[in-house]
């Protein structure tokens, strides 16, 4: 077992039990298709780098409606700027 998820640290840096397993659920399957690790793997499992990105706070889960809203706003900003 991933000695971190032993911890209530890393289920604290999220928020909760659910949102961990969903924050790492979609890192794993985002990492598997090709996003690169933000941190150096050495001779961790995909699993154990994931849960060391969660403890870095290199990822995070955000909701649905920030994203929408940062990205109405920086389609606002290329229209401002001309693009």
Do not use: H, N, W, Y
């Amino acid at each position: 077992m991933i000695e971190a998820l032993k911890s209530d640290e890393v289920v604290d840096k999220v928020g909760g039990r659910f949102k961990l397993a969903a924050l790492i659920q979609k890192r794993l399957v985002d990492v598997t298709f090709g996003a690169p690790l933000l941190v150096e793997r050495g001779d961790m499992t995909l699993m154990e780098a994931v849960v060391q990105e969660v403890l870095e706070g290199k990822i995070t889960l955000e909701p649905r409606a920030r994203i929408a809203g940062a990205l109405a706003e920086a389609e606002v900003s290329d229209e401002e700027a001309g693009g």
